[in-house]
């Protein structure tokens, strides 16, 4: 074999603490190590070109990168040495960046753990096989996770690029926290007109399968080829049948049932449809405060409907569908406010939420769009806003910045003076963060012509006295202790991941931050990829976002799904198991751990049991491997060899005194 | 870190591409620093590690091994790193038997995500692998390793 090193300077990243020039030469010392060099910018095209052309002119037949992480780069000298008649499996990378110069000083060391590292790679080099892919077929039907306004907009880009659109969403009407919106930032836009007639164009769309009440159960298969089980959670309401008149709520006896679309301001039926532009627009119980479901006896809506939709024993059902690709959509939660117990939130009736607010403002609100002290039903009139509650705060957990939390003050700020002209809102921050178009001028807007008051420092505590709420603080700028009476305080809770979305991405078998935000492929250039083939992401479940960002992030992940889906058959990865049938005794250990149904039974010619690899169904885990008594199944590209021989090229080195 | 002074010793880790080798990575974009004595190995998943693989190095004179994959239930082949964590679990018990030292191996769970978490596991072990001495000399380590089909 002849193979070639090329070792990457990285600019001065590799090179700055790495004698790339030694490792390059200390290479030549490895068997079947023809030609190595140094390269400024290994990944840039004359980088590139450089390979290709040594690959040509040295006859090589396999190529060591020793660069950054073979995540990061992999396929792109994979190509290139394609491009250059090599089979792209003919490549081996040293991670000398990520694993060595980025993470120590000492450059002797680093020498001489990256020359090892390319040790390493070229005796697996020397153990490679070329691998030529296979072609499957894919089922071009797309499955999104999230009804918001992310999951909307992929879900309408999707069905218009002609792809089959499966929409799942957990509540009784898609439309996420934006439909709970009154207003948006920074064109105090209102929220329902705009996201309004999206939600009726998914419902409206002919490849548009909406399924509302339902969650993902269960997913297997891969790219190209899920199978997702969808349960769809009883609501006891025939939804085929309900015509959502509104009949069965407008008798209900169970008045006072939480209102969950609006956050818990003002109560509702048991039965009931959440907004009036829901979508679909069919009721649904809540058996926690159906009197049916609490005492046994009632009914009342299931006599008054004039369709017979009403069912009591209405059971979850499971539907599984086959789908090409998956797009998780779920959002983000809100910060409980009631964990930082020095505002009060959920001790004092004058203490809400933003999001509580929100519904407040809006004119489909339980307030009817008024004002109100919860305490008293008065309208209030100082009013104090306390932002970064549950975000930027590493005591409890929320180091990160939610993103969008100034941007929604500064707008209630706006709309508070437009409702109540003589009040006088206060707003205590820590930084005003407003990095968008318009964004800025926005915030400036509501201190400049709506004399919101900007109060920079942080709230102590909040505390009742004479009906009103006292809100203490610093003003960091004056250098002095404040204190505000307030007749309404307002909490501007940061976002959290969804409650649920860790056991979702586990299903998907995507990655989560600690915080249970899905993480992409890559923070800069795969934003709306995941690692896992066919899996995309869109909107606030990768981090908090507003929503131009989901959006666009919608957009892109169905840009995605239809780039994907614009060939009719996908290339397999072709390091996959293999099983040598001479060593096979058939006990089929192997059938029965692989985790994807890859390996199935066969007959052989003499009668014999074996098992056999479906190339196109395995995913390259090597489990198998390792279950095999014989050693007969082996992951390409990971074989125990080729595993064996990084092994001794880093021991069996080692041990000879004379090495390096 | 004091011990990590002067010689270097040899550890070989087993990282699973997806999680922990993305760890490694993330730890290596933000700067953590770290001992210079761990050279990783690549593997698709935890799924694929022979215990015998660790049993290799140390028979062949690596002076401590660690593996490193998903967290339990968040693997990306699903279920990889459950068989991972029963068959290292199983050789933990048993390396006594073979007269290697148990603490001379170790494995961890670390996502993508947690870079810092990557530099605590590997400063950690490999102050614990410093605190141990380099392996001293099996003897009959060819021997063994050829009668476990490793030679």
Not at chain 1, 219 to 230: H, K, L, P, Q, R
Not at chain 1, 363 to 387: D, L, M, W, Y
Not at chain 1, 490 to 517: H, N
Not at chain 2, 135 to 142: E, K, N, S
Request: hydrophobic share 35%; with cysteine.
């Amino acid at each position: 074999m002849r193979i070639g090193v090329f070792v990457c300077h990285c600019g001065s990243n590799i090179a700055g603490t790495v004698d790339v020039v030694s490792v390059a030469e200390a290479s030549k010392m490895f068997p079947d190590v023809v030609y190595a060099t140094d390269e400024v910018y290994t990944c840039s095209e004359p980088g590139q070109k450089a390979i290709q052309d040594a690959v040509r002119e040295h006859r090589l037949d396999g190529v060591v990168v020793a660069s950054c992480s073979p995540r990061m780069h992999e396929n792109t000298f994979r190509r290139a040495i394609e491009k250059a008649g090599l089979n792209r499996y003919m490549l081996e990378m040293a991670n000398i960046r990520e694993h060595v110069s980025w993470i120590g000083k000492d450059k002797e060391k680093n020498t001489f753990k990256s020359t090892e590292l390319v040790h390493m790679a070229v005796e697996k080099l020397r153990r490679n096989q070329p691998l030529v892919p296979k072609t499957f077929e894919i089922d071009k039907t797309v499955l999104v996770v999230g009804g918001g306004v992310a999951g909307i907009q992929a879900a309408l880009d999707c069905a218009d690029g002609g792809l089959d659109v499966i929409l799942v969403e957990r509540e009784s009407s898609i439309g996420g926290k934006m439909a709970k919106l009154d207003k948006t930032f920074p064109t105090v836009d209102c929220s329902t007109c705009i996201l309004g007639p999206k939600m009726v164009d998914v419902a409206q769309h002919p490849n548009i399968t909406l399924m509302t009440s339902s969650e993902v159960d269960e997913v297997n298969g891969y790219v190209g080829n899920f199978e997702v089980t969808i349960r769809r959670k009883a609501t006891y309401v025939n939804n085929d049948l309900c015509t959502g008149c509104g009949l069965c709520s407008a008798k209900c006896p169970s008045k006072k049932a939480l209102d969950k679309f609006n956050e818990g301001v003002g109560q509702t039926t048991a039965i009931n449809i959440p907004f009036p532009q829901a979508i679909p627009k069919k009721a649904a119980i809540d058996p926690e405060y159906c009197i049916k479901f609490t005492k046994g006896k009632c009914g009342v809506c299931a006599k008054v409907c004039p369709t017979g939709a009403v069912n009591y024993e209405q059971q979850d059902e499971l539907k599984t569908v086959k789908v090409g690709a998956v797009i998780a959509a779920t959002g983000y939660s809100l910060f409980d406010h009631t964990r930082l117990e020095q505002y009060g939130g959920g001790r004092y009736p004058d203490v809400v939420t933003s999001l509580q607010y929100e519904r407040m403002l809006s004119a489909s609100g339980p307030t009817g769009g008024h004002i109100k002290r919860p305490s008293n039903g008065e309208e209030p009139k100082n009013i104090v806003f306390i932002q970064c509650v549950g975000s930027r705060d590493k005591s409890i957990d929320r180091p990160y910045c939610s993103g969008f939390c100034c941007m929604y003050t500064a707008k209630q700020a706006i709309l508070t003076k437009d409702h109540l002209p003589d009040s006088q809102s206060y707003v205590f921050y820590m930084d005003i963060r407003a990095p968008g178009k318009l964004y800025d001028e926005f915030t400036r807007r509501a201190m400049e012509e709506y004399g919101a008051r900007y109060v920079r420092g942080r709230v102590s505590m909040v505390y009742p006295k004479d009906g009103k709420l006292m809100v203490r603080g610093a003003d960091t700028l004056a250098g002095t202790q404040m204190e505000v009476d307030a007749d309404l305080v307002v909490l501007a809770v940061g976002a959290e991941a969804e409650t649920g979305a860790p056991q979702l991405a586990e299903k998907l078998r995507i990655s989560y931050d600690k915080y249970g935000f899905f993480l992409e492929g890559h923070p800069k250039l795969r934003p709306v990829e995941t690692n896992t083939a066919g899996v995309f992401l869109a909107g606030s479940c990768q981090g908090p976002k507003d929503i131009p960002s989901s959006v666009g992030q919608g957009s892109a992940a169905a840009a995605k799904v239809l780039a994907l889906f614009a060939k009719d058959m996908l290339e397999s990865d072709p390091a996959v198991a293999e099983v040598n049938q001479r060593r096979c005794v058939g006990c089929l250990k192997c059938v029965r751990t692989c985790p994807f149904g890859a390996i199935k039974e066969i007959e052989a010619r003499d009668g014999s049991t074996k098992a056999e690899v479906i190339d196109t169904v395995c995913q390259g885990c090597g489990i198998c491997s390792v279950t095999c008594p014989h050693g007969a199944i082996q992951l390409k590209h990971f074989t125990d060899n080729q595993i064996l021989a990084e092994v001794d090229a880093l021991c069996l080195s080692w041990m000879d005194e004379n090495y390096a | 870190m004091p011990v990590m002074d002067g010689r270097e010793l040899r550890i070989v880790g087993f990282l699973c591409n997806w999680c922990s080798y993305g760890g490694a990575d993330t730890a290596g974009v933000a700067r953590f620093d770290q001992p210079t004595d761990l050279r990783i190995v690549r593997l698709p998943c935890t799924g694929r590690m022979d215990p015998l693989f660790v049993i290799k190095a140390l028979l062949s004179g690596a002076d401590g091994v660690l593996v490193s994959g998903c967290h339990p239930r968040d693997c990306h082949y699903s279920e990889g790193n459950f068989y991972a964590r029963r068959r290292l679990e199983v050789l933990k018990q048993f390396l006594p038997v073979t007269g290697i030292d148990p603490e001379r191996f170790e494995y961890t769970w670390v996502s993508a995500s947690e870079g810092q978490k990557w530099q605590e596991v590997v400063t950690k072990f490999t102050e614990r692998i410093h605190t141990l001495g380099p392996a001293p000399v099996i003897a009959d380590a060819a021997e063994r390793l050829k009668a476990a089909n490793l030679g």
